[in-house]
């Protein structure tokens, strides 16, 4: 059990190095002595964890999907209202994001042409699908107008959201993001909620912009 324990925590601390070195390098320009180094593992150990950097990049992507899953479904168990869920998810990932490397690897691994093996699904297609079905029950729950077209809509988002985190990764300290994730609400809200509603929505998004900002 001991020898388990602490393999799990090797294999835990090259997913981190290789994380960190991915996210600040990039996938191309890292390599396995890099991450070997940057880890304090002998080769042997990341060989016996890792058959090659492909799978690294998999098992970081493996995570960031899990995490996102897990939270999309630890936000629907609370009820809330369809666009509020939305808005919790974004600032959970963001908050995922500030707090350690494999959430902004994950995406930098996504956005830099690595290949995503199934039945893993592409972090992007994953994304689109979370919005998409929150947008629907917004749309039914009448807190965005009635002629919004949700595929659209959700496309944008993905792009904003993603778009906000890469363009952030050499204009922004990670700790910046919250701010960005509250501005990219501040301009949606006014673009697809009706008026009567809008209050609620922009003080939420102040709300937890500062939840993220006080754990972090």
């Given at each position: ?16 190095a ?36 492909e ?60 290949a ?10 994953e ?7 929150r ?30 985190r ?13 701010r ?19 209050p609620r ?13 006080a754990?972090?």
């Open positions: 059990m001991a020898r388990q324990l602490r393999a799990e925590q090797t294999r835990t601390t090259i997913i981190t290789a994380a960190d070195l991915f996210d600040r390098r990039g996938y191309e320009s890292t390599s396995l002595s890099d991450i070997v180094e940057h880890a304090h593992v002998t080769k042997g150990a990341l060989y016996f964890h890792f058959a090659a950097k799978d690294l990049a998999h098992a970081i992507m493996e995570l960031q999907s899990s995490a996102s899953r897990r939270i999309a479904g630890e936000i629907d168990d609370r009820g809330y209202a369809s666009l509020e869920a939305l808005m919790r998810l974004t600032f959970a990932l963001t908050r995922l994001s500030v707090e350690g490397p494999i959430t902004r690897a994950g995406l930098r691994l996504a956005t830099g042409g690595v995503v093996r199934p039945p893993l699904s592409h972090p992007f297609v994304l689109l699908d979370l919005i998409s079905r947008l629907g029950g917004a749309l039914k729950e009448s807190d965005i107008h009635p002629d919004v077209d949700v595929d659209a809509v959700a496309h944008s988002l993905v792009c904003f959201f993603v778009g906000t890469v363009v952030g990764r050499t204009r922004d300290p990670a700790g910046r993001l919250p960005r994730m509250a501005e990219m609400w501040h301009v949606l809200i006014r673009g697809l909620v009706p008026v009567p509603r809008r929505y922009l003080t939420l998004a102040a709300r937890l912009e500062r939840e993220v900002m754990v972090v």
